[in-house]
Nanobody, 124 residues
Framework: QVQVVESGGGSVQAGGSLRLSCEASGRTFSRNVVGWFRQAPGKEREFVSAIRWSGGSTYYADSVKGRFTISRDNAKNTVYLHMNSLKTEDTAVYYC?????????????????WGQGTQVTVSS
């Protein structure tokens, strides 16, 4: 099992920044890809970004490319999502998820372990 805990959500004005953290513990050999997803009220859960634990390759949704940066700290077993130039449409519950796959997928169905989510609210 892999335990996933997110933190760092909050409220910010448009144009501001937030940093989300995702600590993954447990079966580290199952922790191949860590992804961030978000879900706004009435909408489906959508892919935001992901990083391969080994090698550090990254992938971003077009909607956040150039504004969000994903990174990892191996020593802390933590993945970060740095969110800059936030827009009101970024408002959602953000989820961290861990996949046993070695390939980065954008479908939430390919992720095995999920955190409880953290709310991000961007006001105009």
């Amino acid at each position: 099992q892999v335990q996933v805990v997110e933190s760092g959500g909050g409220s910010v004005q448009a144009g501001g920044s937030l940093r989300l953290s995702c600590e993954a513990s447990g079966r580290t050999f199952s922790r191949n890809v860590v992804g961030w997803f978000r879900q706004a009220p009435g909408k489906e859960r959508e892919f935001v970004s992901a990083i391969r634990w080994s090698g550090g390759s990254t992938y971003y949704a077009d909607s956040v490319k150039g504004r969000f940066t994903i990174s990892r700290d191996n020593a802390k077993n933590t993945v970060y999502l740095h969110m800059n130039s936030l827009k009101t449409e970024d408002t959602a519950v953000y989820y961290c998820a861990v996949s046993e796959s070695i390939v980065i997928f954008t479908s939430p169905n390919m992720y095995n372990y999920w955190g409880q989510g953290t709310q991000v609210t961007v006001s105009s």
